[in-house]
């Protein structure tokens, strides 16, 4: 019963430096050795319900999942997030959901190949210019990644709008660092509705987002054409005009069929509500590709001889041409390999978090309504009972066989969630990571700056403290 398992776990407390990964990987294995898979743990004044079981994962996502929701997020997070795909729930997250899966199609992103390897060069490029005579040169890689994956999700979001879409993001992406101060003030209470300087700056930047966003929606409506976009090598379409087109096909059905319009407004998206989206994937979609692709790089830098492997599987695969086609990405299953152990050994969302709708059984546990239940997907990529003993090595091997095949449990690997509330931006976040490395692999070796300090920091995602500085050797 669940109140027995919280008066076990109310005796533990964390240490301070709870944030540092392998402290925080050391309590959950020692908390599992002595309560099971499943046991309590208190954040703050909340209780929550562990569960680190694949065969009860299986349950939350998949086969009991219309038990299951995702919990509300704290005001500040929410507001940063939008309210949009993330945190939606019930009907409206699966009508969103149904009109924004076609954008995120693999064939539709393969399109943005050559747009992403533009943004990509322009990188690289500079990273040759700040190089000495000898072609050596050290990177703080996180940063330059965070700005890659900014523009990228930029592009992918607006297109043919980079411009202002771009100015738009760049205000989102301020407003979440007065935000990200302000949440560390949560303690104040009422702080977020305080005139405070800072307040009013983060204030101001949401209107200004939203005003801008309005604008470029209603510019993109007028001169966004009735008719439903044919696909081409040409206009790849972009976020923003796959979900207008979804609202005037929507429309231009009703002109058609005469149906009634309870039916329209409850089967297209309102400005509004793209506005929310349009926040929602610059949130989801920046930070975690940056961090998939700096651990990566820190990974390979560590492990020169895999470093080697995936150099000499690129240049065989793409030969002359400086930037990957779409065939040549399909066929780099070595860096595939070496992405998923990446996933699996420094997931960038360290957990999901959901709460039981109604009361519910779940393997030997009854869990009354309202329970709070997270899954610690870092502990559960870390558990030598489902990985080996080598669980800690990075090893892409394991992943030969693909991902279902690698852990003794499918269930074990879980970097982009499961079941129908997986991540939409798996496809883009796996695209852009094998097309950033291989172009990098193509052009640089590299290596760990003796700068660097080893210190995997949870902060909503998983970071490297102390950055991430590489040292890079021209080709
Ligand atoms: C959901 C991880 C990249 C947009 C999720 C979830 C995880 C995740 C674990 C499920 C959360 C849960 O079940 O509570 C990641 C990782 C990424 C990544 C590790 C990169 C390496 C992206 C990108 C985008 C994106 C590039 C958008 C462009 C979303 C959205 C959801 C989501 C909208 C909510 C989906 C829904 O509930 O329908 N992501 N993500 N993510 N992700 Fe990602």
Same mark, same amino acid.
């Given at each position: ?40 743990? &208190? ?9 680190? #079981?694949?065969?009860?994962? $299986? ?33 409206? &997250?699966?009508?969103?959901? *149904? ?10 992103? *393969? ?32 940063? &330059?990644?965070?700005? @890659? ?16 879409? $771009? ?42 987002? $939203? *005003? ?40 231009? #059905? ?40 700096? &651990? ?31 065939? #040549?990405?399909?066929?780099? *299953? ?10 699996? @050994? ?8 959901? $709460? ?33 003993? #080598? ?56 290596? @760990? ?27």
């Amino acid at each position: 019963e669940l109140s027995s398992l919280m008066s076990k776990a109310s005796s533990q407390t964390m240490p301070l430096s709870h944030n540092i990964l392998p402290r925080v990987l050391s309590f959950y294995h020692h908390w599992k050795k002595i309560y099971g898979a499943s046991f309590v743990v &208190w954040f703050g004044h909340t209780a929550r319900l562990t569960v680190a #079981d694949p065969v009860l994962i $299986r349950d939350i996502f998949i086969t009991k999942s219309e038990y299951f929701e995702k919990n509300e997020s704290p005001p500040l997070v929410k507001k940063l997030e939008g309210d949009g795909l993330l945190s939606l729930k019930g009907e409206k &997250w699966a009508h969103h959901r *149904k009109i924004l899966t076609p954008t995120f199609h693999i064939e539709n992103l *393969k399109l943005m190949i050559p747009m992403m390897g533009n943004s990509m060069g322009k990188m690289l490029q500079e990273w040759s210019k700040m190089s000495s005579n000898d072609g050596k040169v050290e990177i703080e890689v996180s940063e &330059w990644f965070q700005n @890659l994956a900014e523009d990228v999700i930029t592009r992918t979001a607006f297109g043919s709008s980079y411009e202002d879409g $771009r100015a738009i993001y760049q205000l989102q992406a301020q407003q979440m660092v007065h935000a990200t101060e302000a949440y560390q003030k949560v303690f104040i209470p009422g702080y977020r509705f305080l005139p405070t300087k800072k307040n009013r700056i983060s204030w101001r930047l949401d209107k200004e987002i $939203r *005003k801008s966003l309005m604008k470029l929606i209603e510019k993109r409506r007028r001169n966004s054409s009735i008719d439903e976009g044919v696909l081409s090598e040409e206009c790849p379409n972009d976020l923003l005009e796959l979900m207008i087109k979804a609202r005037l096909k929507e429309t231009r #059905d009703h002109h058609h069929l005469h149906t009634n319009t309870s039916l329209i407004s409850s089967s297209t998206l309102t400005v509004h509500e793209i506005v929310e989206e349009c926040k929602t994937i610059f949130f989801a979609g920046k930070h975690t590709t940056s961090n998939l692709l700096t &651990w990566t790089t820190v990974l390979l830098a560590m492990h020169p001889r895999w470093q080697e492997l995936a150099r000499e599987e690129v240049l065989r695969v793409c030969g002359a041409r400086d930037t990957p086609t779409k065939d #040549d990405i399909a066929k780099l *299953k070595t860096l595939g390999m070496i992405l998923n152990e990446s996933l699996r @050994l420094y997931p960038p969302a360290v957990a999901a978090i959901r $709460r039981a709708k109604v009361d519910v059984q779940l393997g030997e546990l009854s869990i009354p309504r309202g329970t709070e239940l997270l899954i610690p997907i870092v502990a559960v990529h870390h558990d030598p009972e489902l990985w080996g003993h #080598d669980v800690n090595d990075f090893n892409p091997v394991r992943f030969a066989r693909g991902v279902g095949h690698a852990a003794r449990h499918s269930m074990a690997f879980l970097p982009f969630g499961l079941g129908s509330r997986r991540c939409i931006g798996q496809n883009l976040a796996i695209l852009q990571a094998k097309l950033a490395i291989a172009m990098i692999l193509q052009r640089f070796t590299f290596d @760990l700056s003796p700068n660097y300090q080893h210190a995997p920091n949870v902060q909503m995602l998983l970071y490297p403290q102390h950055g991430a500085p590489i040292l890079f050797q021209k080709l």
